[in-house]
């Protein structure tokens, strides 16, 4: 029995226009639809559905290779099921990243709880962090709490670009659309899908700002770099929705796609040499250069479009030369004379 993942266009607005369905019969796999549902219902955007989606897909080729069906039972819950899943990931080649893995049980248990509310409670010793759980307004003392089933995740490092290679990079480009992708995600730190959903109504170039709509469709509105004002300035053609479109092939002046992307990003790394010259770390190199001219986080968090302080921080990398220069720049502001000590 095999699965996949189908769209639909559907009038009803309470259901989801991504589908789980069996390959041969496209018959329906009730309860994760039925998960999907509800959340379509949230509003969650596109992107998160279709995440949500393939992750319950992957759930379900496991429950099948196991159970030999796609539906579930209450009582084929056990407390175990969610760990079996975790071991039959943590075997495959190549081996999922843990934020995948903890991304995939996540969901699972979500989707499961919202079939089965009484189900078993998943434990599994050493996968789980205890917590101190506030309650609201800070009202009361805070209770111990149990995080749900996770791997450990290392530490992320990221690095940004140097100079030497954004420059080699950006002079490889030379379409004024292709300098003007990179120049969003370097002035700007956008996301490669807020720059390729970007229209040309969102471009209010006689303000400098920029609309961007970002995950979870939210909304924030950016400043634009004079430089920038010039690069989007060559893109605005009549006729034409998106700011970006193809240049050539079949679907010369449709929308670009993230393949489209992809590929352009791909051709000018092997151009260039510089193996680690894709999207997001233009964001990251934009994010880096922000704190190193003195922005504050709350302001950064604003213009990256995080909703939680702690993902900014994740972009704030110190080096030995940041302390070095810092420390001696607060020496010098507050340098005190040494005390004279009697001979």
């Known amino acids: 029995m095999k699965f996949r993942l189908i769209h639909q266009q559907t009038s009803n607005n309470a259901q989801s226009p991504v589908r789980v369905v069996e390959q041969t019969t496209g018959r329906e796999v009730a309860w994760i639809n039925r998960y999907l ?33 796609g539906n579930i039972r209450e009582g084929d819950l056990t407390e175990s099921t969610l760990l079996e899943y975790v071991r039959f990931q943590s075997s495959q080649q190549p081996r999922p990243s843990p934020s995948t893995i903890n991304d995939r049980v996540a969901i699972a248990d979500r989707a499961i709880r919202n079939e089965f509310p009484e189900a078993p409670c998943q434990i599994a010793h050493g996968f789980h962090h205890a917590f101190l759980r506030r309650k609201p307004m800070g009202l009361g003392r805070p209770r111990m709490a149990l995080s749900r089933l996770r791997v450990k995740v290392p530490k992320r490092n990221i690095v940004p670009l140097s100079v030497n290679e954004v420059a080699r990079f950006w002079s490889s480009f030379r379409t004024s659309r292709d300098l003007a992708i990179v120049g969003l995600m370097l002035l700007q730190g956008l996301r490669s899908a807020e720059v390729l959903a970007l229209n040309r109504e969102d471009a209010l170039l006689s303000e400098a700002q920029l609309r961007v709509r970002g995950k979870g469709n939210k909304f924030r509105f950016l400043p634009l770099a004079p430089e920038t004002v010039q690069l989007l300035e060559h893109q605005a053609h009549d006729g034409q929705v998106a700011i970006f479109v193809s240049l050539k092939g ?55 479009g995080h909703s939680d302080i702690q993902t900014t921080l994740l972009y704030v990398q110190v080096t030995p030369q940041d302390v070095y220069l810092q420390y001696a720049r607060a020496v010098a502001q507050h340098i005190r004379p040494l005390p004279v000590t009697a001979s």
Not at 41 to 62: D, E, I, K
Not at 261 to 290: C, E, G, V, W, Y
């Open 37 to 69: 549902d509800r959340e379509y219902v949230r509003r969650l955007a596109n992107t998160s559905m279709r995440t949500y989606a393939y992750n319950l897909l992957h759930f379900v080729r496991w429950w099948e290779s196991v159970h030999h069906t």
């Open 250 to 304: 079949r679907a010369r002046g449709a929308r670009m796609t993230p393949a489209g992307l992809r590929s352009l990003f791909r051709h000018h790394r092997q151009t260039t040499s510089i193996k680690l010259a894709n999207p997001h770390r233009f964001r990251t190199t934009f994010a880096s250069d922000m704190i190193r001219a003195g922005m504050s986080l709350p302001a950064l968090m604003k213009l990256m």
